[in-house]
């Protein structure tokens, strides 16, 4: 007789009860293990590793008991896996399809002592499912009571638990104030107050030796310790909590607690963030919001225009052709770059070329004096990184002019703004703009056109594509029609008023691996990944890895 080796997986989401002599881990283990006791006569025996997760939550499979049991089910250790409820591997549907996955390649059975049901055959996977859906709608209940306690908690002004804001100290649903560490909060809005600006005040803390305090958590991790940055500033300066208030989903209600800045000091700090805010944009959006505008050209020496589009409240920034703009049939002939792509390939090839700037500076015919040279190193560190920041002032400076072609983009630089941002000053006039060169194709992706530079990943991080957007969302849309009305294929198409095949080939794209799906949401899709492709293959394969090799990894 075949001996069939059996792993028993238990779980518990918290951790009370653990520390007695018998919890319920070990009712688990010891039900499932007189389950494959009784099965002894078909050849079952219990392993004796134990998978144990205690006080874990079932919300992520990221779990070291079951890490380690998908391990050896993938080295082929396990025959069947044995839990005492379904719910003790996941409630999530889209988490228990992984773990099938998972078992059906290993050729590994699932057994619950409570629920009879075996996962080889249809029947069993449906009352799987149904299980785990119900598992799931519980779940989901349970969170939006606790979503909805919470709100109801923090509309009475109690404070729910978290990192305790700096000057503060929980006492149970409330906040009492750590004298010590309030004093603190009280000079940060004093001293903004004086030097007006976050980086200087960031300063001024580190030079005095202020440091933020150290502070253990209720989960014992240890924060502070660190001198004081520019964002903790910020957050400091901007949290209504030191003027009483509690604050949830954009809504602020009166607190339980007292507040350590009275309203008058909190007034005119937020005035002065704003004052500050607005000044810095002033410069940067309020003419020109694109890095590059006015200095971008095609092959034949056409300006590409710096323009926008807003979808869904977010605003999308292309350079396009003149031809473009206007009208969707001829945008459709013409360069349409993605903004931001554009910007951080410029960007990024000119910081790496302005790292070693001698080169560039002879190309300029400029001539250093020797203790020019040896400063030199310094400044242009500092100004490759303001240059990979894309910081716009030094950018504009930098950049004369930038032509794009099929297969290369010619960055040409301006010499005399060079010298100005290196604070040389050269001992001959300067008369030649330097070029830089770099490979990079142009493929078009739905309307717009994807720059692709030579030797990196055909996948470039952009905005996320309408069209392949839409296209998911209609198989998905179709799929679910079909499941409620019971439609066919045909029948679809007939409705749709689309041909049988090309039913198909959308509904189909219901079944992406998660993966090919995040990346076009997100826009990080291979570029020559669209509609036509998706459409056009002849066959879907049904293993998501199949497809993830077929479709982003090719």
Not at 155 to 176: D, E, F, H, I, S
Request: aromatic residues 6%; glycine residues 8%; proline residues 3%.
């Amino acid at each position: 007789m075949k001996k069939v080796r059996c792993a028993i997986y238990t779980r518990k989401s918290s951790e009370e009860g653990l520390e007695q002599d018998f919890n319920s881990l070990d009712a688990q283990r010891e039900a499932c293990a007189a389950y494959i006791l009784s099965q002894a006569s078909e050849g079952w025996s219990q392993l004796p590793e134990i998978y144990d997760d205690g006080g874990i939550s079932d919300g992520t499979l990221e779990r070291p008991a079951l890490q380690r049991l998908l391990g050896d089910i993938e080295a082929g250790m396990i025959d069947i896996v044995v839990v005492y409820k379904v719910d003790r591997l996941t409630r999530s549907l889209l988490d228990f399809a992984k773990l099938v996955e998972a078992m059906d390649k290993a050729e590994v059975s699932f057994v619950s002592v409570t629920q009879s049901f075996n996962t080889t055959t249809s029947m069993g996977r449906l009352t799987l499912n149904m299980l785990l859906s119900f598992a799931q709608f519980e779940r989901e209940v349970t969170a939006e009571r606790i979503r909805d306690k919470i709100a109801a908690s923090k509309a009475k002004g109690m404070w729910m638990g978290g990192v305790v804001p700096l000057g503060y100290r929980a006492n149970g649903r409330t906040l009492a104030i750590d004298e010590d560490h309030a004093a603190l909060i009280r000079n940060i809005f004093d001293r903004y107050l004086e030097v007006g600006n976050v980086r200087l005040l960031v300063n001024e803390l580190a030079n005095g030796g202020t440091l933020v305090p150290e502070r253990v958590t209720g989960t014992g991790r240890k924060l502070g310790g660190k001198p004081f940055t520019r964002g903790q500033i910020y957050k400091i300066l901007s949290n209504q909590i030191y003027i009483g208030k509690i604050c949830h989903k954009g809504e602020i209600f009166e607190g339980q607690h007292a507040a350590i800045i009275d309203r008058e000091t909190w007034d005119r700090v937020q005035a002065q963030l704003e004052a500050n805010t607005q000044g810095e944009q002033q410069a940067s959006t309020a003419s020109s919001p694109s890095l590059l505008a006015g200095k971008v050209f095609d092959s034949e020496g056409n300006a590409l225009i710096a323009s926008h589009a807003i979808k869904s409240a977010k605003r999308y920034r292309y350079y396009i052709g003149k031809s473009g703009e206007g009208d969707i049939q001829k945008a459709q002939q013409t360069l349409r770059i993605p903004a931001l792509e554009l910007e951080k390939l410029v960007c990024g090839a000119l910081a790496q070329e302005v790292e070693q700037p001698l080169g560039l500076l002879a190309k300029a015919g400029v001539e250093l004096a020797p203790d020019t040279v040896a400063v030199l190193g310094g400044r242009a560190a500092s100004l490759a990184t303001r240059l990979q920041k894309r910081e716009r002032a030094a950018a504009r400076i930098c950049i004369e002019k930038i032509t794009i072609g099929p297969s290369q983009l010619v960055i040409e630089l301006s010499a005399t703004g060079l010298c100005s941002l290196l604070s040389i000053a050269p001992t001959s006039q300067v008369t030649t703009n330097p070029a830089l060169t770099v490979a990079a194709s142009l493929r078009r992706s739905g309307r717009a056109v994807r720059l692709i530079q030579d030797g990196l990943s055909k996948s470039i991080e952009g905005e996320p594509q309408e069209h392949l957007l839409k296209l998911l969302h209609r198989a998905r849309t179709w799929w679910q029609m079909m499941l409620d009305r019971k439609l066919t294929v045909s029948a679809l198409a007939r409705e749709q008023q689309v041909t049988s095949s090309y039913a198909s080939r959308v509904v189909r794209l219901n079944f992406l691996a998660p993966r090919i799906v995040e990346a076009i949401v997100t826009g990080k899709q291979p570029v020559d990944l669209d509609a036509k492709k998706l459409l056009g293959l002849s066959e879907l394969p049904l293993a998501w890895s199949k497809q993830e090799e077929f479709l982003l990894d090719a």
